[in-house]
């Protein structure tokens, strides 16, 4: 039997000891989430006492981490845009710096009582086209992924936040199994965008737990965008439009693509950052 005192300590010590940034901040999560106590319980009750079993269970959660586990797959899932998706090993974790695009996206289709339809490529948890099919009521959507797993997971989100009627899922490698019909308002895509030659530089969370085909794209990171940029004019509206995530360094390298395949109207967005964070890609 142990004190939530004691736990704390323990947990904090053994978070610290695994180079864990903010330990403290990390083991309040794990054990207001396996002990199943309020945050303001965490705070003042240090002499409540928990039996072996909540002890037990907690620290293999705390192992999970210390093995460098995200959180959001000991969790199995993650919050985005105040909606929580489920995550698994398949997908990317959703991140806050994605926000930017859904800004800008919800900016530019701004009538809540148009007919708007989006292509989401590499969908992963889906959270980029749910998102914004709830933030506009009248929107569909299809996302594409080259992950069955991953499409697995998106369908499932969209069925837990009431999207499952507006959102189709496809198998396919980027637009390969699109229809050539197909006409869409915004075509959005947070693609592989990290160079091989980055692989040492990440953090174990992301190299060692998310999935690689979601990650890398050759050996600049360039490899993808320059596959979309031959493909999607396509599948454009009229008076569509295109928004990419980017590495914060790859901007004028990823204009130049599009550009070149003749985009001649882009806009680059920062991140809360203020960081490069992704484009808009006009006609």
């Known amino acids: 039997m142990k004190t939530l005192q004691d736990i ?27 002990l199943k106590i309020s945050a303001l319980d965490y705070a ?38 105040s909606l929580t998706f489920k995550v698994t090993k398949d997908t990317l974790t959703p991140r806050p710096d994605s926000e930017t695009l859904i800004e800008a996206a919800l900016n530019k289709l701004d009538d809540n009582n148009k007919q708007y339809r989006i292509l989401d490529l590499g969908t992963g948890t889906g ?16 996302g594409i992924d080259i992950s069955e797993e991953a ?30 019909s197909e006409k869409f308002d915004l075509i959005i895509s947070n693609p592989p965008y990290i160079g091989l030659d980055e692989r040492e530089t990440l953090p174990p969370e992301v190299v060692n737990y998310e999935p690689e085909m979601a990650l890398f794209s050759g050996e600049d990171g360039l490899d993808d965008y320059k596959k979309l940029s031959q ?20 901007s004028s390298a990823v204009k130049e693509i599009f550009t070149s395949a ?19 890609i006009e006609f």
Not at 59 to 79: D, N
Not at 154 to 173: I, M, P, Q, T, Y
């Open 151 to 180: 499409l697995v997971v998106a369908k499932e989100n969209a069925a837990n936040l009431n999207l499952a009627a507006r959102a189709d899922f496809h198998l396919s490698n980027w637009t390969d199994n699109i229809e050539n």
């Open 8 to 34: 704390k300590k323990e947990v904090i010590q053994k978070l610290a000891d695994h180079f864990i940034e903010d330990p403290a901040f990390e083991t309040k999560l794990l054990i207001v989430h396996s």
């Open 262 to 280: 003749g985009f001649n109207q882009i806009t680059k967005y920062k991140d809360l950052a203020d960081r490069d964070r992704c484009l808009m």
């Open 127 to 142: 959270c980029l086209l749910l998102t914004l099919l709830s933030e506009r009521p009248n929107a569909t959507g299809l």
């Open 231 to 250: 493909q999607l004019s396509a599948y454009l509206s009229s008076d569509g439009f295109i928004l990419v995530e980017i590495g914060y360094r790859q």
């Open 44 to 81: 003042l009750e240090n002499n409540r006492i928990f039996n072996d079993s909540e002890y037990k269970e907690l620290m293999a959660l705390v192992e999970l981490r210390a093995q460098r586990m995200p959180m959001s797959q000991i969790f199995g899932e993650k919050e985005f845009w």
